[in-house]
């Protein structure tokens, strides 16, 4: 299993940004995908969920700004980020299934001004 996280960077309060996760070595369509983030100093958190069907779910503090999606033809799992506050500043991850499963790298998400 790798999966391969972009898309991070720096951006002011309100501001958007998409991540993106690349996975390979397994059935990605068949395959439920997750986000997970852990901010400084805190554990892993649940961010949001997609089923193979496409079916999603949200963590409660992400409904309604967060958007979960999926491309099987490319293997990628994207995660819309709007109305970023500055409490959304962490490391996000995917993971294959559920959000404590395999993970990659992650990318940084830092929401300042």
């Known amino acids: 299993v790798q999966l391969v996280e972009s898309g991070g960077g720096l951006v002011q309060p309100g501001g958007s940004l998409r991540l993106s996760c690349v996975a390979s070595?397994?059935?990605?369509?068949?395959?439920?995908m997750s986000w997970a983030r852990q901010a400084p100093g805190k554990g892993l958190e649940w961010v949001s969920r997609?089923?193979?069907?496409?079916?999603?779910s949200y963590a409660n503090s992400m409904k309604g700004r967060f958007t979960i999606s999926r491309d099987n033809s490319k293997n990628t799992v994207y995660l819309q980020m709007n109305s970023l506050k500055p409490e959304d500043t962490a490391v996000y991850y995917c993971?294959?299934?559920?959000?404590?499963?395999?993970r990659g790298q992650g990318t940084q998400v830092t929401v300042s001004s």
């Open positions: 070595g397994f059935t990605f369509s068949s395959s439920a």
């Open positions: 993971a294959v299934g559920n959000y404590r499963g395999p």
């Open positions: 997609i089923y193979s069907n496409g079916d999603t």
